[in-house]
């Protein structure tokens, strides 16, 4: 499947506020709260891209059909989980190598838990494991009625049966104790609708989404910033979803400015090792320096950013020599 740019541009995008995110959350002294309330976009953007790009990528099997297309695709996607254990070995090592303790180190892996970020690792994997039921029902919901009955269950399920409150699981079911991500299910699934039925029209973004940012970006800036605070929620999802529609349409204005845009896919197309190790040399940094102006902040910011980058081609081509040698 051709690589779609205008996915990989709002991943660049989403990647970058990430990192500016989690800038202001660790030297609050610098924070714009202003700036720092907009930030809240990113998951939700991810979430809903992801659903897009695999439904893009199941279309190509002509003859999806269980077990064995579910199979193929959840073998493909857990690989993740691969990049995921390296970073996650490599953050405690780096931040515990004083207090080495192995069982520790297996926990916080299972648990996702060595970087505060690694919650996102977990959900993106609860997404690709119910992805393949959700594509199927959607594919075969071939008239209007059933299409608008299975949305408005995945939206009502999303928000009702998943709380999984105090219970005590081998696997931590975050964000906010929900199973799925709470509403960043709905996000998923309406993903996987805008390629199925909307056939990637964005027009059928764009409009709804002009009323629907007003009202929400309105309620953000009167409460405060509080619709946030309990992320996920309906009105944080759908205010990510909303921007998400008005920045796609007006993305072919970005090609104007070229470096601008190739340089925002690029992120975009590396955009899960910026977010596996960007954290990880954020905290490493502030120990030898602590930003002090704004200026130390975008140097912060570009280091975590090139840091993660290098990881990423020196991972990649360790690969391919392991793979060279292992054909010999």
Not at 17 to 39: A, C, E, G, Y
Request: proline fraction near 4%; glycine fraction near 4%.
């Amino acid at each position: 499947m051709k690589r779609q740019s205008w996915i990989d541009v709002l991943k660049g995008i989403a990647i970058l506020t990430v990192v500016i995110d989690h800038s202001f959350f660790l030297f609050p002294k610098l924070r714009v709260n202003l700036l720092w309330q907009h930030t809240y976009f990113s998951i939700a953007w991810f979430i809903f891209l992801s659903g897009v790009a695999n439904t893009l990528s199941a279309q190509k099997n002509t003859d999806w059909k269980f077990p064995g297309s579910y199979l193929h695709f959840w073998k493909k996607r857990f690989s993740i989980l691969i990049p995921y254990i390296i970073a996650s070995v490599t953050a405690y090592l780096f931040l515990y190598n004083d207090k080495f303790d192995l069982k520790e180190l297996i926990r916080q892996t299972l648990f996702f838990s060595a970087q505060p970020t690694y919650y996102f690792i977990n959900l993106i994997c609860q997404m690709y494991l119910i992805f393949p039921l959700l594509f199927t029902l959607v594919k075969s919901a071939i008239n209007r009625r059933l299409r608008i009955f299975l949305s408005l269950a995945v939206f009502f399920l999303s928000l009702a049966i998943f709380p999984l409150g105090n219970i005590l699981l081998i696997w931590p079911f975050s964000p906010a104790g929900r199973l799925l991500g709470s509403t960043y299910l709905s996000a998923f699934f309406l993903g996987i609708l805008f390629v199925l039925k909307g056939k990637l029209n964005k027009k059928l973004l764009f409009f709804p989404s002009i009323p629907v940012f007003i009202f929400l970006e309105y309620l953000l800036l009167s409460t405060n910033n509080n619709f946030v605070g309990l992320a996920p929620n309906v009105f944080q999802v759908f205010w990510a979803l909303s921007l998400l529609g008005i920045t796609s349409y007006l993305l072919p204005l970005l090609k104007f400015i070229k470096s601008v845009y190739h340089s925002l896919a690029f992120l975009g197309k590396h955009s899960l090792y910026i977010y596996l190790y960007h954290y990880l040399i954020l905290v490493l940094l502030s120990k030898i320096i602590t930003p002090s102006t704004f200026l130390d902040l975008f140097f912060f910011v570009v280091s975590a950013v090139a840091g993660s980058l290098t990881i990423d081609y020196l991972y990649q081509r360790l690969m391919k020599l392991t793979s060279r040698r292992l054909t010999f």
